[in-house]
Every structure is written in structure tokens, then in C-alpha cells.
């Protein structure tokens, strides 16, 4: 054992505030490493398979890495796969990662160069005393303290009774917000997120999404999402019809001697682009600026 | 041009009263090959990109032939890609198939021997005069009928502004339900499927999930995604304390005299095996059947 060894509680200059508000929170956390993490914010957990495909140690670490190296705390249970790959990806962009354990500090489970690193750049953290050793049920039970220290949970890959959907129940109750990211319905892996998106979790596709959430500033214009919508293209008679008014489809047709299916095709053709966008009442408005488009009425 | 050409309009025995409530319903059809199958149900539209992935092909394929050998119609509309995959993969199996088109169903586009198979087979649709060439603007006109005549559109694969969004809107618009097939971020082809779920779009991981819609039997078991729930474990001492009581997790904490933590972690454990249920008010109650689990809060 590396470094020194300590013991918090809530009146710990450190101690995290945010499980103050959890249904029973830690008494006590025992931590090796820097306990100023915990004072910092913001912090985002990235959890997921123990065994992840190559796109989910992809995913794991580009995620893992844009965040931290953005200055966001990588929160994670130090776990094979996913876990492991976000701790070492915050690591290497020499970001910040606490892990939080099912085991006591100072005997950290997995062992090894990672959790002397976490211990060492980062920090590990247990609710369980010194010499603990690590047991099924403490898993769960130890998910609720990672995502209790997070901000938002972003879960990158797990079967469909994973454990990562118990940090996304707990993250859920305590009111943070869940992420899934999505993968192909033919990889069994994938199960687990898309139960997650069934359930109300946000899809992700790109760290840049979190921005806003974290106030991290601007989404990162090469991986953020939000792409400027095309407003280089041509002014119709169509849009030129809409400078300034509201009309309805109908109206627009009847205003150009047009067919209202051609119309519509072409209202559909320019909501899509972001030039129009339709408010109540079957209502078409232009838009001057990039615009994020929306289905409207949903399934 | 081996089949005859049909001209249908509302008076016609054919003529498809689901288009009846849509926004300006087309005035006439015109039709190739098998009419019948206008008044035929359920159908389903599958949709989706010119250039699909061997991920999109393979599902469109398992789509189309799930949901045709099955007695479902698949709509399309005979473009390269999803489409032909879908409308080849009915005829395949034997089963039904209907083709929307943006020209005459006298010069079908793309021509070939799919657009034979399916004026021979199945069905070729059009609103537009025989004789009419394709063009741009007809598409996503066309779209609207592709949604009209179905109970629901699954989109396969889409980039980010593809046609098939069109398709879906129409379809949200029609009161269709609409479901997307998620697919890898790091795959351009699924932002639109990723897009259409975060606005609301339906999750859909098999075309077994759409058997209850389309009132077509039980979910086959080898593809429906409902799988049966771990219920054969052994009864806990906490399966016990619940059964025929509905108590808090912090009374089972009590009555078993065990730290809350862990009853609280044996319960979401619990839970995600479909054997235990969360009510509201912080109850749990015993699940004796198989049984959804759904994250309860939410995102």
C-alpha cells in the first residue's frame, strides 16, 4: 500500500455533499489517494461490461477521455472492461478518475498497476473498512455511491441484466441523469442500453452532449453532435413566401398555384434541412438560424 | 410492361380506406399486379438508406421476412438498399409486398427484374400518371402513401437528413407509430435512426416486438425480444418477507434485522430478475410471473 490511508465523514473537509441527498447515504468513506476529488466538480460515471466489445473499449475510452481531459472527474468501480478502461483513459490525457470499490482501500479488487495509479493520480474510495473483501452484494450497494458522486451516468455497454442497469436505477433515484449508448441490436451487449433508452435514459452518441449538462462550455465542434444545419442553399418561392408570416400549407399552395402535396413534400424536404420549422395549429415559420429539428407528434 | 394497369379511386373495390384520413389523401391510384392486397392487414413499411451497411442489410432482410412469412405486407418504396432488400425478401418467403413510387407504375424506377417480381408478385402503387418520370420532388410526396398504407414504418438505417425521416414524419403525422433500429455511433448511418429516437421514435431490437401491434400472435421465441425472467432461483429469506406484503425496503431492513444497504442492493438485484417490483411510495411487492422491469424514474 502505496499511500496513506483516510478516513472521511461529514465533517471531512472533503467530504461529497451529493451523497448527503441519496436514500442511505455512506456514514463513513475510507479513501486512498486525493480526497480533494471529492471537492471537485464536475464529475460524470462511465460504467459498462466487464467484457466489452472492441466498439464499447472504443467508446469506453473516447468518452472517458474527451470528458477528462476537459477537466471532468471520471468516476468509475475500477471493475474489468468498461470500468477499467475509463479510469486509464482519464489517466492518460492526465485527467481526474476516483474509484469507488466493493473491497476494503486498501486491498483494491482487481489489483494491480491500475488501482496503484487510481491510488496514486486519483483517487479509491470504499464505504467497506480497511481489509474488507470484496463479495457479490457489495456491488450493487457500492453503484449507488458512483452514481451518487456523479452528475450524470453515462452507461457504455452491459447485457441485459447487467450491473451497470443497477448504477442507472440508483443514478435514476437519486435524480441524476442516466445516458445509454446505443449499438447494434445484433451484438448481445447492447441489450442493456437499450433498455435503458426503452426506460427514459438520454441516447449519446458523442461526449460533446454532456457539454451544456457539465458547463464544460461549447460542444467540441469536432466531436459535438450539433452540426450547422444547411442554410447556403438557394431561396425558393416557397421560403420566400414564409418571409415574415406564418401561413398554413394549404395557403401556401393556394399563394402559388402549386400542388398542396408538392408543398408539403417541399416543407418536409426544408424542416428537415432546418430552413422551416412548424408550430402549433399546422403552422409553417421560417428559420433564420441553425436550428435543431424535431419529430413532431412522435410515435 | 407484362401486367395490366389498374386506375383505383375511393368508388374502387380496392381502394385502401386507410389513406382516406391522411393529409390530402391522394385522388387515384394507379396499380400493377395484385390489387387485392390494398385491403389486405396488417402492413408495415420498411424503410431506410440507398447504401446501407451489411449491418442495415442484414436487418432489413430479417425484418421483411419475419413480418411477411407472418401473413404482414410490407410496404416500400423499390429504391436501392432497404427498400429492395425488403421487397425481395417478402417475395422470398413467399409473402406479400407492396411498392410506392415517385413515377408511372408503367416505368417503374429503379427498373428490373425486383420491380417485375413485385408488379408480377406482389403490387406496384402510384399516384402519378403512367408515364410520369421520377423526379426529386415526387419522393418524399410518396413517402406520404408509404406511411399511409401502413400500421407502423420501421426505419432500418438513415443518415442524419435521409429520406426515410421523411417517411417517418409523415407517419407521426398519419398517427402510425414509427419504430427506429439503433445501431453504433460511430456509424454515420445510424444518426437518423438515432435521431428519431431521441424524438421519440420507438426502440426496435426484433420484429417480434411488433406482433402484439399487428395482432399476428404470440412472439416467436427465437426472435421476439421478451425473454423469459430467471424465476427459478432459490427463495430468499427476503423473497419470503414479501410474500403477500408490500412493505419499504427500510421495514425489510428492520423485520430481517440486516443493514438497509444490502436490502436495498438484494432488491435491485431483485428487480432487474423480474422477481421483485417497485410500487409507488417506495414499496416492493413480488413478482410470482414473468415480468417487464422498467427503470423506474427514469432519465
Keep these: 500500500m502505496a499511500t496513506a490511508l483516510h478516513r472521511l465523514d461529514g465533517s471531512s473537509e472533503h467530504w461529497p455533499g451529493d451523497l448527503d441527498s441519496i436514500e442511505v447515504p455512506p456514514q463513513q468513506l475510507w479513501a486512498r489517494g486525493r480526497t480533494e476529488l471529492l471537492a471537485a466538480h464536475p464529475r460524470v460515471a462511465i460504467v459498462g461490461s466487464r467484457g466489452p466489445s472492441p466498439y464499447g473499449q472504443d467508446q469506453a475510452r473516447r468518452f472517458a477521455s474527451w470528458l477528462a481531459s476537459r477537466g471532468v472527474t471520471i468516476v468509475s468501480g475500477l471493475a474489468r472492461g468498461v470500468d477499467s478502461i475509463a479510469h486509464g483513459a482519464a ?24 488501482a496503484e495509479g487510481v491510488a496514486t493520480r486519483g483517487l479509491l474510495l470504499s464505504e467497506f473498512e480497511p481489509g474488507t473483501p470484496p463479495a457479490r452484494h457489495h456491488f450493487p450497494q457500492r453503484n449507488r455511491i458512483i452514481s451518487g458522486l456523479s452528475v450524470a451516468v453515462v452507461v457504455i455497454e452491459g447485457a441485459a441484466r447487467s450491473g451497470s442497469l443497477i448504477t442507472a436505477r440508483w443514478a435514476a433515484d437519486q435524480g441524476r441523469d442516466v445516458f445509454a449508448l446505443p449499438g447494434r441490436v445484433d451484438q448481445p451487449l447492447a441489450r442493456g442500453c437499450h433498455q435503458l433508452l426503452r426506460d427514459g435514459a438520454g441516447l449519446i452518441e458523442e461526449p460533446g452532449e ?8 461549447d460542444p467540441d465542434p469536432d466531436t459535438g453532435r450539433d452540426e450547422a444545419r444547411a442554410c447556403d442553399a438557394p431561396e425558393t418561392a416557397l421560403l420566400a413566401a414564409l418571409r415574415g408570416e406564418t401561413p398554413t400549407a394549404r395557403e401556401l399552395a393556394t399563394r402559388l398555384a402549386r400542388p398542396l402535396t408538392e408543398v408539403l413534400a417541399e416543407l418536409a424536404l426544408l424542416e428537415l434541412e432546418g430552413r422551416v420549422a412548424r408550430a402549433p395549429g399546422g403552422l409553417y415559420r421560417r428559420v433564420e438560424h441553425r436550428h435543431e429539428h424535431g419529430l413532431t407528434g412522435g410515435a
Excluded at 96 to 110: K, N
Excluded at 210 to 217: N, T, V
Design 91 to 114: 489517466l492518460d490525457v492526465g485527467g481526474d478518475t476516483i474509484a469507488v470499490l466493493g473491497c476494503g482501500v486498501d486491498r483494491p479488487w482487481p489489483d494491480g498497476p491500475l
Design 210 to 217: 454532456l457539454a451544456e449538462l457539465l458547463g464544460i462550455g
